[in-house]
C-alpha cells in the first residue's frame, strides 16, 4: 500500500510540475513575443471610427487609405450590408490615414476583427490586428456575417505590415 502511495505521489508530482513547465514556457513565449518590439518602438495613438459585424466587405483584406476618393469607394463597400445609410466618417487625408482589418465572410456570428495597436519602427508601421473565432461548443447566431474594424492613425510614408494574431475563445 505504502508504495502505491509513493508511485500516486511521483505522478501527483510529476504531472505538476510538467504543467508548471508548460505554463512557465507559456510565459516565456508571452514574454519574448513582446520582446519582439524593439526599444525605439514608438506605440501610435488611434482612433477607432467604426467597427462591425455585418459589412459589405466579403473578402479578408488589410487596406491602408491615403486619399479620400478610395476611401469614399471603400466606405460604400463597408456599409453595403448595412440597414441603415451611415454617413462617410470625415478624415482629413493631410494628417491623417485610414488602417481597415476585414475579416471576410463567415458563415455565422461569433466571430471578430480588432486593430489592437499601431506602432512606429525606424521604417515601418507595423498594425497588431486580432481575430477571435468562437471555440467549439459556442453557441452563435446562423446568419453571414463580415466583421471589420477600422482606425485612423497620423499619415506616415512609411511601409505599413500587418501582424496577425488568431485565437478562438471559449463559451461557459
Aim: one cysteine or more; glycine letters at 4%.
Amino acid at each position: 500500500m505504502a508504495s502505491v502511495l509513493r508511485n500516486v505521489q511521483k505522478r501527483t508530482f510529476t504531472t505538476l510540475f510538467a504543467g508548471s513547465f508548460f505554463v512557465l514556457l507559456d510565459c516565456h513565449i508571452l514574454a519574448e513575443e513582446d520582446s519582439l518590439i524593439q526599444p525605439d518602438t514608438n506605440i501610435l495613438s488611434m482612433e477607432r471610427i467604426f467597427t462591425g459585424q455585418y459589412s459589405g466587405m466579403q473578402q479578408p483584406n488589410r487596406l491602408v487609405v491615403r486619399d479620400t476618393d478610395q476611401w469614399r469607394s471603400l466606405w460604400n463597400e463597408v456599409i453595403q450590408n448595412s440597414q441603415s445609410t451611415k454617413p462617410l466618417p470625415p478624415v482629413d487625408f493631410s494628417h491623417f490615414m485610414v488602417i481597415i482589418a476585414a475579416m471576410g465572410m463567415r458563415r455565422t456570428g461569433g466571430h471578430k476583427i480588432e486593430i489592437e495597436k499601431v506602432y512606429s519602427e525606424k521604417e515601418r508601421i507595423e498594425v497588431v490586428v486580432h481575430e477571435f473565432y468562437p471555440g467549439l461548443g459556442c453557441m452563435v447566431t446562423q446568419e453571414l456575417t463580415s466583421p471589420v474594424d477600422i482606425v485612423t492613425i497620423h499619415r506616415s510614408d512609411k511601409i505599413i505590415s500587418f501582424i496577425e494574431h488568431q485565437k478562438s475563445y471559449e463559451c461557459d
